[in-house]
């Protein structure tokens, strides 16, 4: 138990541990094994935080729209519709026609998503749902200025608050 009174083992520990610094290898050993045994999960993920443009000039925005305007997923208590794994970005063709890659920097916020649809899905259908769909808006980048080139739906479903 910690005595005031009493002197610390070293100047810089205030509760008298005589290697303070064994509390940070331990502290590396634990960190270091829940990343290999979770992977690429955050905070311990190797992808890179902010998007690295390389040779790319294009790029995509996941947006979460009810009615057509944009809207807070977690707003909704209840989804139905399509299969939820149509939101991950990646490549895949579409029903028009022609296939396209859905670069996203920002994987996590589709990922997340698509687990928050998941806890929250309804095979039963109550009154009053809402029209949602989810699109990558598809920006193109050229001479350092980025616009919207399109918004591809991936999903469409109903939703209720």
């Known amino acids: 138990m910690f005595d005031p009174n009493q002197a610390s ?3 810089r520990d205030p509760i008298g541990n005589s290697r303070p610094q064994s509390l940070a290898l331990v502290a590396f050993a634990v960190w270091t094994a829940a990343s290999l045994l979770i992977g690429e999960m955050f905070p311990f993920s190797r992808v890179s935080m902010y998007a690295k443009m390389g040779d790319r000039s294009s790029g995509a925005i996941p947006v979460f729209l009810e009615d ?3 809207a807070n997923i977690r707003d ?26 859905y670069a996203c920097s920002m994987e996590f916020i589709p990922r997340t998503d698509i687990e928050w649809m998941r806890l929250h899905w309804t095979e039963t259908l109550p009154d ?27 999903w469409r479903g109903l939703a209720w608050r």
């Open 9 to 11: 083992a070293h100047p």
């Open 68 to 70: 057509g305007r944009d």
């Open 76 to 101: 909704f208590r209840l989804f139905a519709g399509g299969p939820v794994e149509d939101i991950a970005p990646g490549y895949r063709c579409r029903a028009e026609g022609g296939c396209v890659t």
């Open 128 to 154: 009053g749902g809402t029209p949602v769909t989810y699109v990558y808006r598809l920006l193109t980048v050229s001479d350092g200025a980025a616009s919207i080139a399109e918004s591809s739906v991936v």
